[in-house]
């Protein structure tokens, strides 16, 4: 996992850092980032309340204290709590907004954050937060891009809008500093917390949902300027299964939108087969990206599934170290570690048909629907973390379904290389898309 991946505390600073410029930087501030989140999976408000509770009041108290316990400690900010109306407000429809100070990394920007009404996963209402990165210099209605940031853990407090300010170096953006290039071209840059209220790590579609409704906020957001602008999507692996999905989704959740393309590498397209390939029978190095992503999906299903009634002793020790973890400390509480080894009995989680049903929901090989909006999708044609053959087929149900796609196979051997190499390409895709020029495919 590299020198990155050691257990740090979160800290946050305003404190300010020289930016990167021109096409060169862009690569430069790639790739410590893109190497320090290598083994990656799929990563917000106040913890929203338990999902599940009975229309007719009748309430399990000791279900409901287990499916509590599961949730994220709440962030003590009261902009990420979520208000009582939160059902009287539409889709995508502005809370509350805020000025911020400029993260250390940006320069020549206004820095916003608005909390919007999105949908969770079983489109019961949510506030949601995006940080909006707004250049001084820019053209009324220019580009929008939503950047979908990998958030490959647990805890709230690892969420972007919390980690845009931390002067942890294990938890800083390390893409950061390579917006600002596309910022100094003018882009209005969107990053949404798109693991939701209850920090929901492997609820892609729930990732989807809250990119696309952030856009509109943006888009409603006077400040930014982007009312009737062009938008890009943009994410790598758990990043880019959110910004996947978001595609996806997009012709009927937003269908309004004028998305004009998407570029997204490293994606997980099978969270069963995901799953299986990260200590289902064997202990793994990355385990507790498995782990992480069970605990996620049972708080976004809760109403489904308690993860309690599966762990172990072991289980939940492991689960009460990971509650709040961001990446490196999910890495190292899981290393090693196997399904079997955490679950009662040992018996998987995955090998409960709730489960494994959430898990399908929650996998794009499995979604039916196609994006309209050209992609990029660039991946290693040898990388061990991810299902290939379940990229292969969805590009190819898209291609048949006329989705024009541009793949990418890195000259890489694994997936941190694989998303370094994919960088500019992307850009460089999404820059043609804002210009109007002909979509190439590779279909």
């Not at 916003?112 to 940080?131: G, V």
């Not at 709230?156 to 980690?163: G, I, R, T």
């Not at 379940?390 to 694994?414: H, N």
């Given at each position: 996992m590299g020198r990155h991946l050691v257990n740090r505390t979160d800290t946050r600073s305003t404190a300010r850092r020289r930016t990167t410029r021109g096409r060169t930087s862009w690569l430069r501030a790639a790739v410590p980032a893109l190497v320090a989140v290598s083994a990656l999976v799929c990563g917000t408000v106040?913890?929203?309340?338990?999902?599940?509770?009975?229309?007719?009041?009748?309430?399990?108290?000791?279900?409901?204290?287990?499916?509590?316990?599961?949730?994220?400690?709440?962030?003590?900010?009261?902009?990420?709590?979520?208000?009582?109306?939160?059902?009287?407000?539409?889709?995508?429809?502005?809370?509350?907004?805020?000025?911020?100070?400029?993260?250390?990394?940006?320069?020549?920007?206004?820095?916003?954050?608005?909390?919007?009404?999105?949908?969770?996963?079983?489109?019961?209402?949510?506030?949601?937060?995006?940080?909006?990165?707004?250049?001084?210099?820019?053209?009324?209605?220019?580009?929008?891009?939503?950047?979908?940031?990998?958030?490959?853990?647990?805890?709230?407090?690892?969420?972007?809008?919390?980690?845009?300010?931390?002067?942890?170096?294990?938890?800083?953006?390390?893409?950061?500093?390579?917006?600002?290039?596309?910022?100094?071209?003018?882009?209005?840059?969107?990053?949404?917390?798109?693991?939701?209220?209850?920090?929901?790590?492997?609820?892609?579609?729930?990732?989807?949902?809250?990119?696309?409704?952030?856009?509109?906020?943006?888009?409603?957001?006077?400040?930014?300027?982007?009312?009737?602008?062009?938008?890009?999507?943009?994410?790598?692996?758990?990043?880019?299964?959110?910004?996947?999905?978001?595609?996806?989704?997009?012709?009927?959740?937003?269908?309004?939108?004028?998305?004009?393309?998407?570029?997204?590498g490293g994606v997980p397209m099978d969270l069963i087969k995901m799953a299986e390939g990260l200590g289902y029978n064997r202990p793994h190095p990355a385990f507790g990206l498995a782990f992480a992503a069970a605990i996620g999906l049972a708080r976004e299903y809760s109403d489904k599934v308690t993860i309690f009634d599966f762990l172990s002793t072991d289980g939940k020790r492991m689960f009460s170290e990971m509650r709040n973890a961001c990446t490196n400390d999910v890495l190292r509480i899981g290393a090693g570690h196997s399904a079997r080894q955490v679950t009662k009995s040992g018996v998987q989680l995955f090998e409960n048909k709730t489960f494994r049903k959430i898990g399908a929901e929650n996998s794009l090989a499995m979604y039916p629907g196609v994006p309209t909006a050209p992609i990029f999708e660039w991946h290693s044609p040898t990388d061990v973390l991810i299902p290939l053959d379940s990229i292969s087929s969805t590009i190819r149900r898209y291609c048949k379904a006329g989705t024009k796609v541009q793949t990418l196979l890195t000259p890489s051997p694994e997936h941190m290389s694989a998303a370094v190499i994919g960088v500019l390409p992307a850009m460089d895709f999404l820059s043609a898309r804002f210009r109007g020029e002909p979509v190439p495919s590779t279909c």
């Amino acid at each position: 996992m590299g020198r990155h991946l050691v257990n740090r505390t979160d800290t946050r600073s305003t404190a300010r850092r020289r930016t990167t410029r021109g096409r060169t930087s862009w690569l430069r501030a790639a790739v410590p980032a893109l190497v320090a989140v290598s083994a990656l999976v799929c990563g917000t408000v106040a913890a929203a309340p338990a999902a599940g509770v009975p229309d007719d009041g009748r309430v399990d108290a000791a279900r409901i204290a287990k499916v509590n316990a599961a949730l994220p400690t709440p962030l003590s900010d009261s902009f990420y709590k979520t208000p009582k109306n939160i059902a009287a407000y539409k889709q995508g429809q502005i809370i509350s907004t805020r000025s911020r100070p400029n993260p250390p990394a940006f320069v020549d920007v206004k820095t916003y954050q608005i909390k919007f009404r999105s949908n969770d996963s079983e489109n019961k209402p949510i506030a949601a937060i995006t940080t909006v990165l707004v250049p001084n210099r820019k053209k009324a209605n220019g580009p929008l891009l939503s950047f979908q940031h990998i958030v490959n853990a647990v805890g709230l407090e690892c969420a972007p809008s919390q980690v845009l300010w931390t002067q942890d170096p294990n938890l800083t953006i390390r893409e950061a500093p390579a917006l600002n290039v596309v910022l100094q071209q003018g882009w209005t840059v969107s990053i949404p917390d798109h693991l939701g209220p209850r920090s929901a790590y492997g609820a892609a579609k729930l990732g989807g949902q809250i990119s696309l409704d952030a856009i509109t906020a943006t888009q409603n957001f006077t400040p930014a300027a982007v009312k009737h602008s062009k938008v890009g999507l943009a994410g790598y692996s758990g990043g880019g299964m959110a910004t996947a999905w978001a595609a996806a989704l997009a012709p009927k959740y937003t269908p309004d939108l004028n998305i004009v393309g998407a570029a997204y590498g490293g994606v997980p397209m099978d969270l069963i087969k995901m799953a299986e390939g990260l200590g289902y029978n064997r202990p793994h190095p990355a385990f507790g990206l498995a782990f992480a992503a069970a605990i996620g999906l049972a708080r976004e299903y809760s109403d489904k599934v308690t993860i309690f009634d599966f762990l172990s002793t072991d289980g939940k020790r492991m689960f009460s170290e990971m509650r709040n973890a961001c990446t490196n400390d999910v890495l190292r509480i899981g290393a090693g570690h196997s399904a079997r080894q955490v679950t009662k009995s040992g018996v998987q989680l995955f090998e409960n048909k709730t489960f494994r049903k959430i898990g399908a929901e929650n996998s794009l090989a499995m979604y039916p629907g196609v994006p309209t909006a050209p992609i990029f999708e660039w991946h290693s044609p040898t990388d061990v973390l991810i299902p290939l053959d379940s990229i292969s087929s969805t590009i190819r149900r898209y291609c048949k379904a006329g989705t024009k796609v541009q793949t990418l196979l890195t000259p890489s051997p694994e997936h941190m290389s694989a998303a370094v190499i994919g960088v500019l390409p992307a850009m460089d895709f999404l820059s043609a898309r804002f210009r109007g020029e002909p979509v190439p495919s590779t279909c």
